[in-house]
Nanobody, 126 residues
Framework: QVQVVESGGGLVQPGGALNLSCVASGIQFRILRMGWYRQAPDRQAPGKQRELVAMMTTEGAVNYIDDRFTISIDNAKSTVYLQMNNLNAADTAEYYC??????????????????WGQGTQVAVSS
């Protein structure tokens, strides 16, 4: 059974920092990429998409939306980290870990499968 578990969220003051972690387990095939999305409170309505924060392939290619954030992967531990610095109120959101690995879909096709964690809450407030 695949599990994706985030940790590290919490309440932080403006200008502070947090380091999020996400561990994936039970994935049969080699992970292709791991990353983080977030959903702010005003985007909780159905149909509102999660926003990409950072994504990294296991080959080392990265995609960020903000240079205050740094993503890293420990391939041996199937763990992705997100170091967030100089946080502000606009960073308040639920942060979700996203893992992509090959697998068999419900229709029997072998294709990239997305796995999601349950989310970890980040709140930036004084």
């Amino acid at each position: 059974q695949v599990q994706v578990v985030e940790s590290g969220g919490g309440l932080v003051q403006p200008g502070g920092a947090l380091n999020l972690s996400c561990v994936a387990s039970g994935i049969q095939f080699r992970i292709l990429r791991m990353g983080w999305y977030r959903q702010a409170p005003d985007r909780q309505a159905p149909g509102k998409q999660r926003e990409l924060v950072a994504m990294m392939t296991t080959e080392g290619a990265v995609n960020y939306i903000d240079d205050r954030f740094t993503i890293s992967i420990d391939n041996a531990k199937s763990t992705v980290y997100l170091q967030m610095n100089n946080l502000n109120a606009a960073d308040t959101a639920e942060y979700y870990c996203n893992v992509v690995a090959p697998g068999y879909s419900s229709s029997g096709n072998f294709e990239p499968i997305e796995y999601w964690g349950q989310g970890t809450q980040v709140a930036v407030s004084s």
